[in-house]
């Protein structure tokens, strides 16, 4: 999604895990439908006093005050919390089974979520009972079932995973990539003048330039659709920007390794080469768990999101990651029903069409409910018990959008940016307090800045929650600035009461990237945030190095520290404006803002702060 300086459009509306058959499939003319074999993931209704619990239990290991701090726990304990109950999975396991007639069901370790084969889709019944089924998007194809009336209260979602194109048997990588091209970028490495690479990061957050991790630390970097990243790309990266990086740390833990050229691949490029680069000497994961085309733009990305976080909660323990980049998202999906339902009030264009136009805009609205969102919401909070950190950018529109304004030319989007600049319209996952969001600066010097003076970003995302109350953790830096910064966006515009974001930031423009064999400048939080990922992955690294439990969800960490010790493991960011084309925004403040949070790392002061535990000693 964050991209700013790196877009390359493309034109994906489907909205399921599939976006059409795929090679092996065969369509009866007759009826209209798919006949091949699919899976279906159906995800259970959670316990209510369960998840209350869990969250109880995720505030519990993140706060550095509790008794029960980086308490961490494993994946028979965490699946205590997310299982459904036994009777919700036996009554789902027989609709499968007797109405649909699945085969292979299969219970997840974390016992919420069933998985089963089923033949076709005239399986589905739909002919003869065309209640039966449901289409995603207003597509004809491909078709879900209807989850049956007397099964609400046990199943929350169904999802689809299609089988996907099999590889040809040739020989390798070399068969299946697209012929490379030759690079408009050139090959020499690019040397813009106060350049992003990371030997400068380095330099600029004070981290030794010998400084390496242990190995005992992983990392995670993770996309849908055409994400991945190529290893020549890679090694040519470390050959100009990080020679002392080992390609081997990097590898794959999925199948699917995207397409070259593509957009997601290009994120999953940037996402690599920057993590790995920033938290040098530890190992890299880079996973696509789905690589179907409408996980990339539309509102299959939320399915694939879930999916994805769904399965990382039942990962062995001894393969989880320590730390979970995510650059992907989009505005939420209640600022996607909210602009909408403003749009429709002024009376020229309806809900609908609304709701249509934002789904052929790139990444805008990727998501499907409140309830799709929250159930994401607890699987984060079931990675944060078992001690996983997660990052994500905070987005590349400031408080008003995905990327940025719409089309002026069509009416629809003209009415849409006055709906968008009149509040501040969040994005999601960033702004769930299950994570910390990662805004960007810039040391342009055209945009005021410089190393030692970042400013912030202009397209840097940031505001405050509709929908999450603002955590405890964060109420005297954020009433610091609400109460102490002049020219705030008008009353109503925004929410002063929910959760303000992003929580971190770190430079966000003039990023070298080698993509297609060459390199280039780049941008956004995409940039920002695997960058600052990495960091914290060597305070991981360097804790796990000295017998301390990784950090885990790390946000009561980072503000605790940044309220005790100002300006010693973050640099406060005092310049910019999240406005973007609109005529209010928010501004930086001297402390924590809604457009780069605490700030920038300095590194002396994570190590001492987050890579040490003493100061908690003391308290």
């Not at 649909?100 to 089923?118: E, H, N, W």
């Not at 190992?283 to 690589?291: A, G, H, L, P």
């Not at 929650?465 to 964060?474: F, G, I, M, V």
């Not at 400048?521 to 960058?531: C, K, L, R």
Request: with cysteine; proline share 7%; charged share 15%.
């Amino acid at each position: 999604m964050w991209k700013a300086l790196l877009v390359m459009a493309l034109a994906a509306v489907a909205v399921t895990l599939m976006t059409a058959a795929p090679a092996s499939a065969s369509i009866n003319h007759a009826s209209g439908l798919l006949e091949h074999p699919f899976e279906l993931v159906v995800h259970l209704a959670h316990n209510a006093e369960r998840m209350q619990a869990l969250e109880a239990k995720f505030w519990d290991v993140a706060d550095p005050s509790s008794p029960g701090y980086a308490a961490y726990i494993s994946r028979e304990e965490t699946a205590a919390f997310l299982a459904a109950d036994e009777t919700h999975i036996r009554r789902a396991r027989a609709w499968l089974l007797t109405e649909l007639g699945a085969r292979d069901v299969r219970l997840s370790a974390s016992r919420d979520v069933l998985t089963a084969t089923v033949a076709g889709e005239a399986a589905l019944g739909c002919e003869i009972a065309p209640a039966r089924c449901v289409t995603a998007g207003g597509s004809a194809l491909p078709l879900l079932p209807a989850v049956p009336a007397e099964l609400a209260d046990a199943v929350e979602f169904v999802l689809r995973r299609d089988q996907r194109p099999a590889r040809p048997a040739s020989s390798g990588a070399a068969a299946t990539a697209p012929e490379r091209q030759p690079s408009f970028m050139g090959t020499s490495p690019v040397k813009a003048f106060n350049n992003g690479e990371p030997a400068n990061q380095r330099k600029v957050y004070q981290i030794p330039s010998n400084f390496t991790a242990t190995g005992k630390a992983y990392q995670m970097v993770w996309g849908p659709g055409t994400f991945g990243y190529s290893p020549d790309d890679l090694a040519l990266f470390y050959q100009y920007y990080c020679p002392d990086c080992d390609p081997d740390l990097v590898t794959y833990d999925t199948p699917d390794h995207g397409v070259e050229g593509k957009d997601n691949f290009l994120e999953g490029t940037l996402d690599t080469q920057y993590i790995s680069a920033m938290g040098r000497g530890v190992r890299t994961i880079v996973s696509n768990t789905n690589s179907s085309a409408s996980t990339e733009e539309s509102d299959g990305f939320g399915a694939a999101l879930l999916d994805f976080l769904g399965n990382f909660t039942s990962r062995p323990d001894e393969t989880m990651p320590h730390l979970l980049s995510m650059s992907l998202g989009s505005l939420g999906y209640y600022a996607c029903d909210h602009m909408c339902r403003d749009v429709a009030a002024k009376g020229r264009f309806t809900y609908a069409a609304c709701e249509a136009f934002l789904q052929t805009q790139r990444q805008v609205c990727m998501f499907l409910s409140a309830k799709q969102q929250q159930r994401i919401d607890a699987a984060l909070m079931a990675i944060g018990v078992r001690g996983t950190t997660v990052v994500a950018a905070s987005g590349d529109g400031g408080s008003h959008f995905s990327f940025g304004e719409y089309d002026e030319d069509k009416p629809i989007g003209a009415a849409l940016n006055e709906v968008a600049c009149a509040k501040s319209w969040p994005v999601f996952p960033t702004s769930s307090p299950y994570l910390l969001a990662v805004g960007g600066t810039s040391w342009d010097p055209d945009q005021g800045g410089g190393e030692s003076s970042p400013v912030a970003w202009p397209g840097s995302g940031g505001g405050f929650s509709w929908e999450y109350p603002a955590p405890a953790y964060s109420h005297a830096l954020v009433s610091a600035y609400l109460n102490g910064t002049a020219g705030l966006p008008a009353a109503g515009s925004f929410n002063p009461s929910g959760r303000g974001y992003p929580d971190v930031a770190g430079v966000a423009i003039d990023i070298p990237c080698c993509f297609a064999g060459g390199c280039s400048n780049v941008g956004g939080t995409s940039a920002s945030t695997p960058a600052f990922g990495g960091v914290l992955s060597l305070v991981i690294d360097y804790r796990l190095h000295h017998g301390l439990p990784p950090l885990g969800p790390v946000g009561p960490r980072v503000y605790d520290v940044a309220a005790r010790f100002p300006g010693q493991a973050f640099g406060a960011v005092t310049k910019g404006n999240s406005k973007t084309s609109c005529p209010t925004g928010f501004p930086a403040g001297q402390g924590w803002d809604p457009i780069t949070g605490n700030g920038h790392p300095i590194f002396p002061g994570m190590i001492k702060y987050l890579g040490s535990d003493d100061y908690l000693r003391q308290l």
